[in-house]
């Protein structure tokens, strides 16, 4: 199966949807797609003095499970062979949004061939999870200053998978001597 570009959906306001039907058989989602997103947490939890959150910059977005497990795996890989056990990484938003195609004829002479419904409910293609402006896509936590230049440095080769734009939010906790 062929995937859109991320692109496609960062434009659209979207709107959770579940089919409504007088008839009780029609009125949900029959197929649900497999989780592509298999973990959340990885590193080891602890007391991390640099903390690093990666926010959605738009308005309304939707953020597709495989887009954000291509994430999760770059971006863990990268902190595993650099600082092993050094780190905490959390991927935030859960894909609950159900992604439904209306397929339609293409090729020569397709236009004439298939009319199609109108707001038809289609069929389920994929997870994506829905984000505001400002909710946090991915949360990390580092122990040195080195670690805080590479995880920027990995975030910005990896934003080209995400769509829409991204904020860097950083901040430090002092240690506090007793």
Same mark, same amino acid.
């Given at each position: 199966?062929?995937l859109r570009?991320a692109s496609?959906?960062?434009? *659209?306001?979207?709107?959770p949807?579940?089919?409504v039907? *007088?008839?009780k058989?029609r ?11 298999v973990?959340?947490t990885?590193g ?14 738009n308005k309304r ?10 994430c999760r795996q770059y971006?863990? *890989?990268?902190l595993?062979?650099s600082?092993?056990g050094?780190y905490?990484?959390?991927v935030?938003?859960?894909p609950?949004?159900?992604q ?9 002479g397709?236009?004439r ?12 293609v994929g997870r ?5 402006e400002?909710e ?16 920027r440095?990995?975030?910005?080769q990896?934003?080209?998978?995400l769509p829409? *734009?991204?904020?860097?939010?950083y901040h ?6 007793a």
């Open positions: 199966m062929a570009k496609s959906y960062s434009l *659209k306001i979207v709107v949807y579940t089919r039907s *007088k008839k058989n009125a949900y989602i029959k197929t649900v797609p497999p989780k592509k997103l973990k959340f990885m080891t939890r602890g007391n991390y003095p640099h903390i690093m959150s990666i926010v959605s910059d977005i939707q953020i597709r499970d495989n887009a954000l497990e291509a971006i863990h *890989k990268i595993d062979t600082f092993p050094q905490l990484f959390r935030v938003p859960v609950h949004h159900i439904r195609e209306n397929k339609m004829l293409t090729g020569a397709a236009d061939m298939q009319t199609g419904m109108q707001l038809s409910f289609g069929k389920t994506a999870a829905i984000l505001r400002g946090e896509i991915f949360h990390i936590e580092v122990m040195t200053p080195n670690a805080v230049q590479l995880v440095k990995t975030i910005h990896v934003k080209a998978k829409g *734009k991204i904020k860097i939010l430090e906790i002092k240690a506090v001597k």
